[in-house]
Every structure is written in C-alpha cells, then in structure tokens.
C-alpha cells in the first residue's frame, strides 16, 4: 500500500510499459484490501471472479480487465472498507436527485492532497500564492464531512499561502461579495493568484462583475474550475465564451482559464486541460473508456463510458468506478504538450435513453 | 409555427393537406361494397404474402415482430378473436336474430384515427386490422421521425386482390411532427374512435386533444408483465418458450416478464434446477434473437442493477458482456429496471405472496401451474388487474381483448332492431 508515489518522477513522465507494471500490482493489492474490508465490495468482486473465471489469488495483469463499480452505487449504498470514524464527502447534487457518499480515512486525504499537488504543480508550477477562492467560506468548514465543491477547493489548498473567499450567499443562492474581493486584491498586490470556483458559480460571479473596471491580474495567474457544464449548456454557454467571460475582466490570456474534470468518487486525482486541449493520467491512475452495448474497452477514437481508476482510495471501493460520463482517449503516449501517457478528452454525461418499448416500469 | 403534413398513403381524391384527407375518408360511402369476408380473406392473402422468404414486406419493415403479425393476420385468428366478442359474427353482415324479436347488427363506427408511437410501430397494424376487417376508415399518424411500416403493407395489400385495394383505399397514412398541434386536433376532431399506443407522454397528450364526446378512445399505454411458474408444471420446451417470450423484442414489450415467480423454496432442488434451466435457455435465446446495440445508459444501467441485485442478497447468472442476466432474489426490486433482457426470479411458497407484488399497471401474466392452481391464481390475479394469463411461447402473441379492452365491440357500434312479427 506505500511507495504510491515515486521520488523525481513526475505524474506523466512514465512510459506506459513500467506504468502498467506499476498501476497492475498496487491495483491487485488494493482490490484484496478492500475486497477484506467491504463485504458488498467482496460480493462485487466474487461475481466478477466467477462470471470471468478469474481465480480467486490471481494478480491483474491487465488492467482494462479491472472490476469496477458504477458510480451510482454511492449514492445507494453505504459503501466503506474501514470501520473507523470517517470524514464523508457528498457529491454536490446540483441536477440530480441524491448525492454521492463517498468515505475518506486520514491517510487517502493525505495521498489526495499529494496526488493533487502533483498534478497541479505540473500544469500551474509549484510555488504556493494567494488563492481566490469564488465559492462561500461555509462550503469548507466542518470536520467530518465535505460536500463536491468543498472537497475541491480543499484539493488545491496546498498551492495556498493565503485565501480569499469572495462569495456570499444571497437571496438566490451564492453571489460576488464585491467588498471581499476589493480586500482581496488590495492584498494580493499584483502577485500571480490562483484562483477556483465550481464551474457555474465562477461564470455567475464573473456576470455579475462584467461592469467592474480596474480589475487587473498578474499574467502568470490562472483560474481553475471544475463541475458540470449543464446549467451553462442549458443558457448556450460554450467553453470559449466561458473562458472570455472569465479572463476578459482581468486581461488574461484565455489559456489562464483551466478546465479540470475530476469526480466527487476520486477526489485527488484531477483533470487538467493541457495546452492541447486533452486531458492527461498519472501513473497512479488510469482511465479505460468502455463501449456500448458490450462494456468492453474502446479504442483510441472511439467514444465511451468513462471507467476512472485510481490507487488513492483507502476508505471505501473508489478505485475504479464506472461513470456515467463520456470520453474518448486520444493519445496513448506522446501529447504535443510533453506529458506521456494516455491522454483523453470528456464529452459530458451520457444521454438518457429514449423510449424504445411498451414496457413500463412497476408501479405499486 | 406551421409544419408541412407528410401524406405517405392516400386514395387518389385525397388531395394534398390533411383536411383534404380527412374530408376524403369522411366521404366515402358507408358501405364500400367490400364484406366481411372478402376482407377477412385479403389480409389472409396478406399474411401469407408476408410469410414468403421473397416477401417485399420483409426488406421494407424491421423484422422484429413480423412473425407474429402475420400470424395474427390469418383468416383463423382473426375469426377467432372476433368470435370472443361478437356471438354471431354474420351480425357484420346482416341482421341476425338475438331471441325475443330482436336483431343484432354491428355496423362500422366510422373513421378511425390511430397515433402510431415511434417505439412500436408494428403494434398499430394490430388494431389497424381490426378495424380494417370491420370495415372502418382509417387514418394512421406515423411519428416524423419513423420509418413508415404502415405504407408498404397498404401496396401489398392493393396488389393481392381487388378487395385488398378497397380495403387499401380506406387508409390514409400521414406523418407530422409531434409538436403540430393543428394537425393533431384536426384528426382528433374528425375520430370516430381514437387508437393510442406508445409511452405515457404519447398517450397521455392524445387523451388532452379535444374531441367530440361520442367519440371512442382506446388506449393502449404502457404496461409491465410478469410470469408466474410452477417448476413441476413445465417441461423443459416450456421453459425454452418462456425465455424467449422474456428475451424477444429485447424485453420491452409491455407483454414482456420482467419477474418470473417460482413456486418453490429458494434453497430447494427443484428451484436451483429451474434456475439454472432457465438460464441456460434464457442464453440460447438471447444468442438467437438479435438485440437492438446498447445505448451508454442502457449499457451502464445492466452493470448497475446486476450490482444492485447482488448487494439487495441475490444471487446472479450472466454472461460476461451484456446479453442476459438472471437474477435470483427474495422480492423484486423495483429500482432493477428489468429490460434488455434482465430477468428476476422470485421464489414463493403460496399464491398469497404473489398478490400484493403484482404492478397496478400489470398487463400480462405467463403461467404454467397444474390445472387447479391455474384457477385459483388467476381468479384472484385478475381482481389484482391482469389482463391475459398465456403459456409460456404465447406471451407476445396479440390477442383481442388486449390490455382488457374488447378491440371489436369499440370499433362496431351495435345496432338493436325489434322485427316484423
């Protein structure tokens, strides 16, 4: 379960071959940790060992054979592979009905914190600097529990020396405290900031700022954001009209606006957008895209359901889980942009199915 | 906003707008010269046409559920379900003496409207037919985003004999938008009776549409089907049969058991030999009856539910893809959306314990019980709102009445004569 992380070796800068040597025998070691520890995830694993024939001590040695477990279950079930008292991260729940419960022991937030540092590191540079933060102050408090939006402005907390929540809540939910974000940059003074705001919350406040002037940030700046896309989609809002009403106000190159996937079920392991647009893995993670109709892995090109796989998760079977969104890999090594490994791009949620039958579900 | 009205099939003086069509069909003489007879053997010729191997039919329209359509076409069937409603089908002909001086006669109602759903579009042929063979005019609304399956039986119908072509010009096929709301109305407005079939959006927006009051609605909504099973009451060409009633139309028929009760104990031989019976034979189906491709959410949703079953304390036979799965539980789950052939098998001791789990939108029950369990469940059962207990291999088989609705009584009104002494 230890030497996670290897010293002097960047989160990308892996060949795929050691990689899979790698990512294969922590991913057994995991699957056995938490097979011994969660009964429904021993459950999960001895049906996928009898319908493959898999025998029970084998070791995986290919990866895109990994058992995984879709997504929803976390919403459904009490899933957790420690009986200590444990900290919960809920899923935001902005367009669906419940939330995701995912559990977190002390030492996944630690392997988080390092998986995320790492990663950012390599896209903004490790210096810490002040951290504007367009959410409210509230979202991060609380010891035992953390929702989606808390959970990601706490990931990237360690590239902080200082933070500035510039939201309030208002009649309508959250909104721009324009007398925080005054201080904040009186503060700041024209040093290079980071700033984070779930993906809709920063459009909003960046309306509503549209009429400020003077605003003026360091050009080594960025924004990070992060969440989904259908509140904006919803008003026509694409990704390069987001991206101007974001730098536009502050005079930033529109590359300083970084969209980041990530998921609530495998908080530390983000997404980043590189230069080229796509998305990048570490070593200690993997994504598989699975096809329609068979579940088995696509190839490069070809669109799927996203199998996110991670060696972090020590709480709870988060390790490999089978989203609902979809995404296609581009590369399997050699991004324009000097990172190696599999790079992928996401295409949103996987549309609802239409009606094809005259079945109808129970009703009682 | 304004949409062009597509008309596919229509008789020369139906012109070109829908109204047109409507007024054509209205005009039309009462009695079109065809009988009952010369109709009933037109769609047989029909049938038979369609059974071919060179049949044109068979290029033209998807293949799923043709078999049964052409079954359901025969002279024999149709005479059949029309003999379940009416005591005397020469009534379709003539007068025909009911006792204490009176006659009976069943003339058509008249013009016909059917919502065809985009879904299941070979299901409105059904009630199409019937309507044909009781001498209604019909109009037949495909969805703009359909195929048109309806047309290419019309040309095969007008070439067969000269009363398939009376019957042929009867029908007008038209498609719009399912936003057109004039269209819509126009339709709604000129029916004699109204045929929906689809989801619950499509059938509930035709029921909103104005119409006159005397007009006759039939509703054919979604349904969910079950089957209830004795496993010393079936052989093992009964369980094969069972299967595929599950597996065909991918399991998304309304006729389609998503749960399979069987009367045994869990732990029982006799329940662990049906179980896996059932499996293997639920695979061999699933091989030989192709399945419409996964969307994403249809695919996720089979690893999900096989998950949710696991951890609900079942127990799961499945292949290693997607094709089928088996699921063994003490009580079915609602939240395991039993489709694309993902079946639940819920043990039961007694009749008792079936009762309070059939669906209040139950349509089809498929049973294999000894002779007297037979009568006492579906005594009880029918009280409970199922509509049909077929046997295992009739289960997808259209039957009149459907859904517990007699399709002939609606579509002839009865006219009661006191005669001469």
Known sequence: MNNLFVQDVGPFSMRPQEKA?????????????????????????????????????????????????????????????????????????????????????????????????????????????????????????????????????????????????VMVEGDNGPEIDLDALSAALAKIDGRPFIAYGFTYLLYQAHRAMSELSGLEAHPDSVFLHSGGWKKLTDIAVDKPAFNATVAEPWRLAHERVIDFYGMVEQIGIVYPDCPEGVKHVPYWADVIMRRADTLEPAEPGEPGLIQLISSLPLAAPNHSVLSEDLGCIVQTNGCACGRSGTAFVFRGRAPRSETRGCSDVVRR | MSYAVDIRHAPDAAGGSLEEAVAALRARAPDSGVGFTERLE??????????????????????????????????????????????????????VSVGSRKSIRHVPRGLVCHWVAGN??????????????????????????????????LEALAGGSEAGAGIARETVVVSFPTDHADAHRIMSEAADVRIAWGGREAVTAVRSLPVPWECEDIVFGPRASLAVIDPAAIDPKGIGRLAVDTAVFDQLA???????????????????????????????????????????????????????????????????????TVAVLDTPNDSVQCANRFVQLIPFESFSEVYPLIPLNVQT???????????????????????????????????????????????CRSVLRTDAI
């Open chain 1, 21 to 165: 040597a790698f990512l294969g025998s922590r991913l057994s070691e995991l699957l056995e940790y938490h097979v011994e520890r969660c009964p429904q995830y021993a459950t999960l694993v001895a049906d996928w060992r009898r319908t493959g024939g898999r025998e029970a001590d084998n070791i995986v040695d290919n990866i895109a054979d990994y058992p995984f477990v879709p997504v929803s279950l976390f919403k459904e079930y009490d899933l957790r592979s420690s009986r200590e008292e444990l900290a919960v991260i809920q899923s935001s729940s902005t367009t669906s009905t419940s939330a995701a419960k995912v559990y977190v022991d002390k030492e996944s937030r630690k392997r988080q914190t390092r998986s995320a540092n790492l990663i950012l590191a390599d896209f903004i540079g490790a210096e810490r600097r002040p951290y504007l933060v367009f959410d409210l102050e509230s979202t991060v408090r609380g010891t035992k529990g953390f929702s989606a939006r808390g959970a990601a402005i706490l990931a990237l907390a360690h590239m902080a020396n200082e933070f500035h929540f």
């Open chain 2, 42 to 95: 037109a769609l047989d010729r029909l049938a038979k046409g369609i059974l071919e191997p060179s049949s044109v039919i068979r290029r033209q329209v998807p293949a799923q559920g043709l078999a049964y359509l052409a079954t359901f076409l025969q002279k024999c069937q149709l005479e059949g379900l029309i003999r379940r409603e009416l005591a005397d089908p020469r009534s379709l002909s003539e007068f």
């Open chain 2, 120 to 153: 299941v579009p070979l299901l409105a042929l059904f009630s199409w037919a019937v309507s044909v063979v009781l001498g209604n005019r019909n109009l037949v609304r495909l969805s703009s985003r359909q195929e048109d399956v309806v047309s290419p039986f």
């Open chain 2, 254 to 324: 309304c006729s389609s058991p998503q749960c399979i009760f069987v009367r045994a104990g869990r732990d029982s031989e006799r329940f662990k030999r049906f179980r896996d019976d059932f499996s293997r034979a639920f695979a061999d189906a699933a091989n030989n009856y192709p399945r419409h491709p996964l969307d994403f959410s249809e695919t996720y949703t089979i690893g999900l539910d096989r998950a949710r079953a696991l951890l609900e304390g079942g127990e799961i036979a499945r292949d290693d893809g997607t094709s089928w």
């Open chain 2, 365 to 411: 029950v498929v049973t294999q019980l000894a002779a007297d369990d037979l009568a006492e469940f579906t005594e009880q059962a029918a009280h409970f709102g199922v509509c049909r207990f077929p046997k295992p291999g009739e289960g997808n088989n259209f039957e009149n009445p459907w859904d517990g609705v007699g399709l002939v009584s609606r579509l």
